[in-house]
């Protein structure tokens, strides 16, 4: 079967990728930029098609052979005009999709049972109205929370969780969802395609379990053996309900702004038999969390939610920064001779931040990121997905990686944080005189008087920090 995905570089597109694979299916893989996506997915049966749907569509042309299309676009971190955009993406799928022979578009959506439905939950209904306006047969299945690795509910829960020992909380933690394991999510997704009992029809999709928000959190530190008081309270402004979510969790404001009114809604699932005419076993709640964290001990967590550009509001055009510019720049350059084992060295690099730290002065960059967190940058509680392995278009705390080519020994990110300019770090093996050198180069580009302003201010930390990391990072063993 030819199938193709759009959002293939998202949570759900990662999950789903490798088990169409697989199956022996060709899978053309849509996505807005080659470069973040080609070096971790290489096999003979995977096709990328670089396309923007908000960009300029001439000349994009989708294989005539599709037989199912996954429509897997999803965006909420606009707080202004998401929903314009999100139909306006739908329209320009359509538009392309229907000069194809594909039979069946899959749509993965939201549970809008509800009268009152929040911006985010409105935006996917009209999204599925404009799917089911074209010529091809839909099928809509539609989730609340989603429990995996790496998604966004399992991973903003499991910060409040771990973190607070006693929570002061918004009384929409007494809203009811019924969560799904994002393993099912992936067995709905499969195993509807080209069913024609699902043609054109809508199926709600979760778990076994209706629970609160509140009994979610608890049963997660049950999960964790945490114990975990947690209180609501009636005046907390869904205003201010966003700040807690925002400053306690990993999230961007502007998402947090949206979860905040789609936590306000019921999302609970009409019944239905499709689960049973597929032969899907429904996974519980708790069952579904001991699943993920199996995942990340293992380091299998193939996909974060964080890892998407709509985790910090960057551009995706922020891959095409990877020329780092010379000119109107201030640089730090630091170079060392590499004495001991160059593997070690470069697993020094390939493994920094997140839980690792940044090899000196860790807690200075705790501050820098706690100040980025309060004038509504991302700061560092994004992490990083895998403690070992890196690739192109991943977010590493509050940067972005750019370039992670171990053939050619470069590591290049690039500051996702609040600055006034542009900022790259990297980190190069440069073979000199038949030695080994170890060449660390911060660059900032500064916008206007208050971009050269905060380097200079900066400067002094910069001295210490930037010479300690790279004295510990071709150091053989680091401890963090």
């Not at 069946?104 to 985010?120: A, C, D, F, K």
């Not at 080209?194 to 530190?221: C, H, R, W």
Request: net charge positive.
């Amino acid at each position: 079967m030819n199938i193709l995905i759009t959002g293939a570089n998202g949570y759900i597109g990662q999950r789903l990728i490798p088990v169409l694979v697989e199956q022996g299916h060709q899978i053309y893989c849509c996505v807005r930029n080659r470069k973040r996506f080609e070096d971790g997915h290489q096999h003979e049966n995977l096709h990328i098609i670089e396309v923007d749907f908000l960009g300029n569509l001439d000349g994009i042309i989708f294989p005539q052979q599709i037989d199912v299309a996954f429509y897997l676009v999803h965006s909420m971190n606009n707080k202004n005009n998401f929903e314009v955009q999100e139909a306006a993406v739908a329209q320009n799928f359509i538009e392309l999709i229907q000069t194809t022979a594909c039979r069946q578009i899959i749509y993965l959506s939201g549970i809008v049972n509800e009268t009152y439905l929040s911006r985010h939950l409105s935006s996917r209904l009209q999204v599925e109205k404009i799917l089911r306006a074209g010529p091809i047969n839909v099928t809509v299945l539609r989730a609340g929370i989603i429990v995996g690795s790496g998604s966004a509910s399992f991973e903003i829960i499991r910060d409040l969780v771990e973190k607070l020992p006693v929570m002061i909380t918004p009384k929409w933690l007494n809203t009811l969802c019924q969560p799904i394991a994002i393993r099912n999510v992936i067995q709905f997704l499969s195993g509807v395609m080209l069913q024609q009992n699902t043609f054109n029809k809508d199926f709600d999709i979760g778990g076994p379990e209706v629970l609160s928000y509140k009994k979610m959190l608890l049963k997660f530190a049950e999960v964790r053996k945490l114990k975990r008081q947690i209180f609501t309270i009636p005046v907390m402004t869904p205003k201010l309900s966003s700040y807690w979510l925002y400053f306690v969790t990993s999230t961007s404001y502007p998402l947090a702004v949206n979860l905040v009114d789609s936590m306000k809604v019921n999302v609970v699932c009409r019944p239905n038999e499709l689960a049973n005419q597929l032969g899907i076993e429904l996974y519980p709640y708790k069952s579904a969390v001991q699943m993920a964290f199996e995942k990340i001990e293992q380091h299998m967590v193939l996909s974060s939610w964080k890892d998407a550009f709509s985790s910090s509001g960057a551009p995706q055009a922020m891959m095409n920064y990877i020329e780092v510019p010379i000119f109107g720049c201030y640089t730090d350059l630091k170079w060392r001779e590499v004495t001991s084992d160059l593997n070690g060295v470069m697993a020094n690099i390939w493994s920094i931040g997140g839980e690792k730290g940044w090899y000196y002065g860790n807690a200075l960059w705790k501050v820098r990121g706690l100040m980025d967190k309060f004038v509504g940058g991302v700061g560092l509680r994004r992490g990083r997905t895998d403690p070992l392995q890196v690739y192109p278009g991943d977010a590493l705390d509050f940067w972005r990686v750019l370039i992670a080519d171990k053939q050619n020994k470069r590591l290049l990110l690039f500051a996702e944080m609040k600055v006034p300019g542009e900022a790259w770090l990297e980190f190069k093996i440069i073979q000199k005189d038949n030695k080994q050198y170890l060449r660390q180069t911060a660059t900032f580009r500064p916008k206007g008087l208050w971009g050269r302003l905060y380097w200079y201010c900066v400067l002094p930390f910069h001295y210490f920090i930037f010479n300690g990391m790279i004295d510990n990072i071709i150091k053989p063993s680091v401890n963090g």
